[in-house]
């Protein structure tokens, strides 16, 4: 059952960062997180999308010499859409389609370990919440993912 609150998404992405520093202390990734961002859903399940997110957004951009991971908004006739945006590998705009797909990869294990369920989980928990999950992306610069609540 589905709970919903005020969630503050910013005090969540920030929970996610500091997991993934103790992760990996001497992984150099800078953050840039939007303050005062709240949103109205299932506080846990809103961290399982940012943690998915977030953590994809660490796994791809760690190659980078200054891996910078963003988590913010934007706004369009009064609606949110959010974003976390990374420097990292991108994919190519062909494979979009797959990538919130359960179990599709768009990279092999040995470059990039992961289960392939964790987009597949991102839209279903968004969907529950009537919003929208899409992704942009170019390949060496990096890829962006939205999603609306």
Same mark, same amino acid.
């Given at each position: ?58 796994? @791809?951009?760690?190659? =980078?010499?200054?891996?910078?991971? !963003? ?6 006739? /009064?609606? #949110? %859409? ?17 990538? @919130?797909?359960?179990? =599709?990869?768009?990279?092999?294990? !040995? ?6 369920? /964790?987009? #597949? %989980? ?28």
């Amino acid at each position: 059952r589905m709970m919903s609150g005020q969630v503050d998404l910013s005090r969540l992405a920030h929970d996610v960062a500091d997991d993934l520093r103790k992760e990996c202390p001497e992984c150099n990734v800078e953050f840039a997180i939007e303050e005062g961002l709240v949103a109205q859903g299932d506080q846990r399940l809103l961290r399982v999308v940012l943690y998915n997110l977030i953590s994809n957004a660490w796994k @791809f951009s760690g190659k =980078q010499s200054k891996p910078v991971i !963003a988590f913010g908004s934007t706004r369009q006739g /009064g609606k #949110a %859409t959010y974003f976390v945006r990374d420097n990292g590998v991108g994919f190519d705009m062909k494979y979009a389609d797959k990538l @919130f797909g359960a179990f =599709q990869r768009l990279h092999t294990m !040995a470059e990039f370990p992961g289960t392939g369920i /964790g987009l #597949a %989980t991102v839209q279903r928990i968004v969907h529950r919440h009537g919003g929208r999950a899409w992704a942009e992306a170019e390949v060496g610069k990096g890829a962006t993912f939205h999603f609306t609540l």
